[in-house]
């Protein structure tokens, strides 16, 4: 009984000096910059080792200078009053199409620090992560960063906060994540207004698994939080998804390297090493409990992702699907909101129908395949999901334009609408206005948050934003805009299927769903696009966009010629004819036996003049 006591009482002076938090902020607001500095604070990196962007280690993040996926470090502090404390920071994305992540990692804090740009203000993604992190019950610490700009107002940003985002004003701590100025007091705020976590050590084991990665060697490494109980390693572990059993080679802690250590307890983060061969076992979102003693009921996991963008991928050689196939399946474990099933394309040969986040998460996923496995890709057309309502009472969603069906046969199509929260400089009301209408934007309102600053609120066609909409806002407001959005609902549209036919084939891979006002623009564009793309032969071949039976859009690309008549020197005009008239014939003959090979940048460069 005595022993009892004793371990209970120690993991609660444990649990009182542990800390779980993330940071979360608005794109390019210094999350990273942050992360490193009180790295670098807790002397977890010599000078010699430092490098900017620590916990960024996918080359894809370091050359863009974005975070793509959460990650957690275990930082050891000693604070001014002289314990030591375990602080286990979350690093998270910024970016729309990233938000998901966000709210996995937010699960497994406590706290967060809310970090906004003393230049820029609080920004559409701003407002978007300290929802996420209210509907979490997180102890939000508000932080202004950059305060070492030129250009930066605290005073008027502290107003901001305090007025929009009804957060008080001596919570605020002001630093410079680039100079480390401030950021020992932050520390020291984190210590003292965060709530340590909850949870008991001796009671049945839960586990939440809150992100996964794939190492070659070890299997799957399962990043979790111990919400209650203990675990040690060669305990026998429990998926209560699946009811799949593995013993526990290793676990331990995340620092810069994964440090191993006995045991996790309740309130900590850490890894969790089990032979986890088969990728499809570990769910983010799952409770991992023990064989002898399990748990009563699962935690309560994540909300369904809802993947907005369409499109399907091939490789080129069609030699790599298999290992296309499996590159899916391990980037799915690192990234929980991508899906993806078969599909086959008359053109293309076999592949897979994959669901993004966004564009930019479409591009990441096509980047990581081609770096980390090696594997040359072809894309077709995004697409979102619609919804057709037939003429005999039935429903369809299609997010592939081979899906669509007959004409004759459909009553209405439906298609998803957005509710977009644009953040701009007041001078730039009238542009956005112009790019919201010619994306048939509608319900437009705005308001000002604060002087000089409006916040503009309009619904869109998803099909409209996920093609080039961010580039266009980001252009016209020249980077000062900032943009979020919801699924709103679905409404009534007049969708038309635009097909691109090669030399009289069609190529069911270029075809594409577009609203009728559209559709010749599309049409024209794609035309184009392939006509610079595919190199000439020794025929003319014609390019067309059609709707239907109904061309709506031709280039034409010439034909090769050999001078046949150069041997012919004067001599009769018929003898040219003759000769003239025999290559027509030929070229007649190729061109209707002679097929036109679509080299794999013209399907890239239909993508490009979309986006």
Do not use: W
């Not at 706290?111 to 992190?133: F, K, P, R, S, W």
């Not at 810069?256 to 983010?284: F, M, N, W």
């Not at 308001?447 to 409209?464: D, Q, S, V």
């Not at 679905?490 to 299927?497: A, E, I, P, W």
């Amino acid at each position: 009984m005595n022993v009892q006591v004793f371990i209970l009482s120690q993991s609660l002076v444990n649990m009182n000096n542990i800390r779980n938090f993330s940071i979360i902020a608005h794109i390019d607001h210094g999350k990273s910059t942050l992360a490193d500095r009180l790295i670098q604070l807790c002397g977890m990196v010599s000078d010699r080792e430092y490098k900017d962007q620590l916990l960024d280690n996918m080359d894809i993040e370091r050359e863009r200078g974005i975070t793509i996926k959460s990650q957690t470090i275990c930082l050891p502090y000693r604070a001014q009053d002289g314990q030591n404390y375990t602080l286990n920071l979350v690093d998270t994305p910024g970016h729309v199409d990233f938000s998901y992540e966000v709210s996995r990692a937010l699960s497994s804090c406590e706290g967060a620090l809310l970090l906004i740009d003393a230049a820029q203000g609080v920004e559409a993604q701003t407002l978007a992560n300290l929802y996420l992190a209210m509907e979490n019950d997180l102890a939000i610490i508000p932080v202004i960063n950059k305060i070492d700009l030129p250009a930066a107002e605290p005073e008027k940003i502290a107003t901001e906060i305090e007025e929009d985002l009804g957060l008080e004003a001596e919570t605020i701590q002001r630093c410079s994540a680039k100079t480390g100025e401030g950021v020992a007091d932050l520390l020291e705020a984190i210590v003292t207004h965060l709530p340590p976590p909850q949870g008991d050590a001796t009671k049945p084991l839960e586990a939440l698994i809150f992100d996964a990665s794939y190492d070659p060697y070890r299997g799957t490494v399962i990043s979790v939080r111990i919400m209650n109980g203990t675990l040690k390693s060669g305990d026998v572990i429990v998926f209560m998804s699946n009811g799949a059993e593995y013993r526990v080679e290793e676990l331990g802690h995340f620092r810069l390297r994964r440090e191993a250590a006995k045991q996790l307890s309740a309130g900590e983060v850490g890894y969790i090493i089990a032979g986890v061969k088969t990728v499809s076992d570990t769910r983010p979102g799952d409770t991992i409990t023990l064989k002898d003693r399990p748990a009563p009921a699962p935690l309560p996991g994540f909300r369904e992702v809802q993947q907005v963008v369409f499109s399907s991928l091939y490789p080129v050689s069609t030699d790599d699907y298999e290992d296309l196939s499996n590159a899916l399946e391990k980037l799915k474990l690192n990234d929980a909101a991508l899906t993806f099933q078969k599909d086959s394309s008359a053109a293309l040969g076999f592949g897979f129908r994959c669901g993004f986040l966004g564009l930019l998460h479409l591009e990441v996923v096509q980047e990581r395949l081609e770096r980390e496995f090696d594997i040359s890709l072809i894309l077709t057309v995004p697409t979102v999901k619609y919804i057709f309502y037939l003429n005999n009472s039935t429903t369809l969603e299609v997010d592939n334009p081979s899906y669509f069906p007959d004409p004759a046969t459909i009553d209405r199509i439906e298609e998803p609408y957005i509710k977009a929260t644009i953040h701009i400089p007041e001078r730039y009301m009238g542009v956005i206005m112009t790019l919201c209408m010619e994306r048939r934007g509608e319900n437009t309102k705005y308001h000002y948050p604060m002087p000089g600053r409006i916040e503009f609120n309009c619904e869109l066609p998803l099909a409209e934003v996920i093609y080039d909409f961010y580039d266009r806002l980001k252009s016209v407001t020249q980077g000062y805009g900032s943009f979020d959005y919801e699924l709103a609902d679905y409404r009534t549209s007049d969708l038309v299927k635009v097909d691109i036919l090669v030399n009289g084939e069609q190529v069911d891979a270029l075809s594409q769903l577009v609203h009728r006002s559209r559709a010749r623009e599309r049409g024209l564009k794609a035309c184009e696009s392939l006509k610079e793309e595919i190199p000439r032969q020794m025929f003319k071949i014609a390019i067309q966009a059609a709707i239907g039976g109904n061309i709506i859009a031709r280039e034409t690309i010439s034909a090769l010629r050999k001078d046949v008549t150069a041997k012919c020197y004067g001599g009769d005009i018929s003898r040219k004819r003759k000769l003239l008239e025999k290559q027509k014939a030929g070229k007649k003959r190729m061109k209707t036996v002679g097929n036109v090979d679509i080299p794999q940048r013209a399907f890239l460069a239909v993508l490009k003049s979309d986006q």
